[in-house]
């Protein structure tokens, strides 16, 4: 089908900080697109055919090709624009492999139990998956440090790849912390992260593509509510 | 304090897929690196101090800083040493992301089913199996008619996936199957990348594999 937009369309779901993931760098970029909203329960054949091994949201289509996983998106996206708006990865190839670990660990040891705790049967489960989460996350303290190198952001002195990783979680960070009742990037144990975050959530950026954290809430309610009635049934 | 050392160093264990992955990268582009086995039972300073997140193998260290997880320590390998052949395919972004898609996917499939095979019994064996065997006709249909993943070329989800290969044989013994059978294409895949001098000198054979499992399973009191 052809299209303005520059040929670029989006498959997300609102709620998805993965989705998020990819508007961000879509915005950072300045590239405009076409945004298609999926019903996950019903999903369509334009998502079964572009992402038949995962069914997953998102897929980003470039001129009718797809291009699947959010950080494999963002990289394309990074390489295919390298000429528009900024850089996402550093030009140094030790600086991105450190980079690249980062948001690595981000998708690697806070998905899965970030996914468990509001898929969670039993109230056991949910707090063994709040309890991983919330050790998981101090890490990033440390990956902070090593990757701002005393600046203002991940990147340095602007926003770079993990910024975007971790960033397009911000409103979930916020909506787990009223559901848990307790801060997930706490100042106390994790400063620099917790300024990052306030940093990253004033930008103009984040206020344009980041999903309201009382409707995550709400969406986070429902889910745990949804799977717990489930279990006993 | 030592200066730190110069060159490449790999800190990896003799049958990790994963760290075979760094190691033939290497090979093929006729890298000179120091080979470090590490003892996972007992682990060095040198390997908390250099993977203290994770505290795994394999750790690539490049005039002794450090780069941990294997995909990540391909495409620095591709990155910082330009003028050696290529593993993820230049100049073409839609190809790389195919390739990183496909890399993705075996790290994300492939290991887990298969301890899985060798972990457990009964119904959830048998549902391994199937899973498996799907798979590995995934891969073989990303594939295709391909001789490599990469095309002409040994690239980036080949070397991805290829220490795998030497996993085949402990997959088809506790899951019943033939991967000729399931996957022909894939089959002649592993061959022919058995036929590289990269791959050849890298891989242990098939039935060390199978005996290290064995190993793992008495250490595991998996009966």
Partial sequence: ?233 | MAAEKKGLQLLDFWVSPFGQRCRIAMAEKGLAYEYLEQDLGNKSELLLRSNPVHKKIPVLLHDGRPVCESLIILQYLDEAFPSTPALLPAGDPYARAQARFWADYVDKKVYDCGSRLWKLKGEPQAEARKEMVEILKTLEGALGEKPYFGGDTFGFVDVAFVPFTAWFLSYERYGEFSVAEVAPKLAAWAKRCGERESVAKNLHPPEKVYEFIGVLKKKYGVE
Wanted: with cysteine; net charge negative.
């Fill in chain 1, 1 to 233: 089908m052809a299209g303005g937009n520059g040929g670029l369309k989006l498959v997300g779901q609102w709620a998805s900080p993965f989705v998020t993931r990819v508007k961000l760098a879509l915005h950072i970029k300045g590239l405009r697109y076409e945004y298609l909203e999926e019903d996950l329960g019903n999903k369509s054949d334009l998502l079964l055919s572009c992402n038949p091994v995962h069914k997953k949201v998102p897929v980003l289509l470039h001129n009718g090709k797809p291009i699947c996983e959010s950080q494999i998106i963002v990289q394309y996206i990074d390489e295919v624009f390298a000429g528009t708006g900024p850089s996402l990865l550093p030009a140094d190839p030790y600086e991105r492999a450190v980079a690249r670990f980062w948001a690595a660990y981000i998708d690697d040891k806070l998905e899965p139990p970030w996914d468990r705790l509001f898929r969670a049967k039993t109230d056991e489960v949910r707090a063994a998956a709040t309890k991983q989460l919330f050790e998981e996350v101090e890490a990033l303290e440390g990956g902070f440090k090593e990757c701002s190198k005393g600046k203002d952001f991940f990147g340095g002195d602007s926003i770079g790849y993990v910024d975007v990783a971790l960033g397009c979680l911000v409103s979930w960070v916020k909506a787990t912390s009223v559901l848990a009742g307790a801060e997930l990037f706490d100042a106390a144990k994790m400063p620099l992260l917790a300024a990052w975050m306030e940093r990253f959530g004033e930008l103009e950026l984040a206020r344009a593509v980041l999903q309201d954290v009382d409707a995550a809430v709400e969406h986070g309610r429902m889910l745990m509510a949804k799977n717990a009635a489930r279990a006993s049934n």
